[in-house]
């Protein structure tokens, strides 16, 4: 008599998402049964050591303060089983990463963009007059 242990599935995989840069976020990962199952995560292939910025809460990879450069790229889910060894990838996930650009409006949304600026930098629009403050990351 053998038993034979049911194959991992997901029933919840990391999914592409806009993000903030240096705001929190969370890339999701569950299986259906997660008795003998140990996550780890990969990005841009390779493995995903915990720090205070990128770390594994529970199942899923929580960030505290997501980077546009560090976190650009993709990201994978691998849950393995202790007992037989068997490894599932998930599907990639990667973010949309964005920043605010702050004028006298408040804060606008803009997709990630390289500025090569020396230092903070002052803009004026002649289209409305906004004073727009670029900082230098």
């Not at 919840?12 to 998402?17: D, H, N």
């Not at 980077?67 to 790229?73: K, P, S």
């Not at 889910?77 to 996930?93: F, I, R």
Request: aromatic share 8%; proline share 3%; net charge negative.
């Amino acid at each position: 008599l053998s038993i034979q242990a049911a194959a991992i599935q997901f029933t919840k995989e990391p999914k592409s998402q806009d993000a903030l840069h240096g705001r929190s976020a969370m890339l999701r990962c569950e299986v259906s049964d997660p008795a003998d199952i140990t996550y780890s995560w990969l990005h841009n292939g390779q493995a995903l050591e915990n720090d205070e910025r990128r770390f594994l809460e529970a199942s899923n990879l929580k960030f505290t303060a997501v980077d546009r450069q560090l976190d650009a790229g993709n990201f994978e889910c691998v849950a393995q089983n202790k007992v037989t060894g068997e490894a599932l990838h998930s599907t990639n996930a990667s973010f949309n990463i964005k920043f605010c650009i702050y004028s006298n409006h408040g804060c606008s949304l803009s997709p990630s963009l390289s500025l090569s600026l020396p230092h903070s930098q002052t803009l004026f629009s002649e289209i409305n007059e906004a004073k727009l403050q670029f900082l230098q990351f």
